[in-house]
């Protein structure tokens, strides 16, 4: 198993006094009501091998929350009643180790959807960190149902990856790769994409998006043959561990001042929010992931769940806005998919 970096951390309760993000949008001038829903992004699990001090999500293998048969059916459910509901982005921990994965997979395929894993590479050679199955299947399962695999890598260099994810993670995350590129993955020619994602080490914006994948496509060739499609740089936000964090090093006030100091109103528009829902485990639905872990549900009356889904009213919805909200909008903006400028 992976080493553990953090316990899950207890959010500080306060009042946040930069919870103004509806402010600064009206400033702006910016329109954020929903455009459409074309992605449900799906959290079945908070079960993971890792435990990173940078997860949103405080995911960990002491977490058992797990998303139940009778709940992904009804996701199923709603994928095949709605057309305009393209993409399905199953997210966690580690989605893979929920028990219906398999199943929740090759169903939404069934279905002409295209299917999207956020898998963070380790969970492959780890296997369940309970039960002990193996998961070493995982590459060809991916390839046999030309899932789109987003993974985690917070750098090219092992220091840097160990550092935030646990001792020899890096390590294992190349493995992963480069078993994920035999399949296929990340080769233009083969249609399987495979693209990575990049986490800031600390309480700083990520760097420019093109020249960050520019370097790790050219690092990670020449030191390991590996290849992949696209990077995606993603602001840490501030809730949760890294929160946490930042306020026990006394650094939370500075950072925000960052992230609303760097506030773009062209990122504003093309926050995740806008064209996709997040479910939780438990069929709750909400924006976005970010406002999923810190339990603030949707706001459509009676369009709460899955369980009530109604397309129409949460597409016509407000969205609620706070504090960490400058995380998606800072710079160059971030996104499950990157940039949003």
Known sequence: MTTLQADSFAEIEDVDEFDNFEAKAEQANLDLSPLTIDTLQVNI??????????????????????????????CLLILAQHNAIRNIDLTGGAPEL????????????????????????????????????????????????????????????????????????????????????????????????????????????????ESLERDFKKELLEKFGIVFNNLFTMTNMPIHRFKSQLKRIGTYDDYMEKLIGAFNPCAAEGIMCRSLISVGYDGKIYDCDFNQMMDLQIEAPDAKTVFNFNFSKLSNRRIKFGAHCFGCTAGAGSSCGGTTT
Do not use: W
Request: net charge neutral.
């Open 98 to 209: 929920n028990p219906h994965f398999d199943y929740f997979v090759t169903e939404a395929k069934k279905l002409g959807k295209h299917v999207m894993v956020r898998h963070n590479l380790t969970v492959t050679l780890d296997g369940h960190p309970v039960t002990g199955e193996s998961k070493v299947y995982l590459p060809e399962f991916f390839k046999e149902n030309r899932v789109e695999v987003i993974s985690s890598l917070p750098y090219y260099q092992e220091y840097f990856t160990d550092k935030q994810r646990g001792r020899g993670v890096f390590a294992k995350s190349i493995e992963s790769l480069q078993l994920l590129n035999e399949q296929g993955y990340g080769k233009a020619e083969s249609g399987l994409l495979l693209n990575l994602v990049y986490n800031p080490a600390g309480a700083f914006l990520p760097a420019s998006q």
């Open 45 to 74: 699990t908070k079960m993971c091998n890792q435990a990173c001090l940078h997860c949103h999500v405080d995911a960990s293998p002491k977490r058992t929350e797990q998303m139940s048969l009778e709940t992904v059916e009804q």
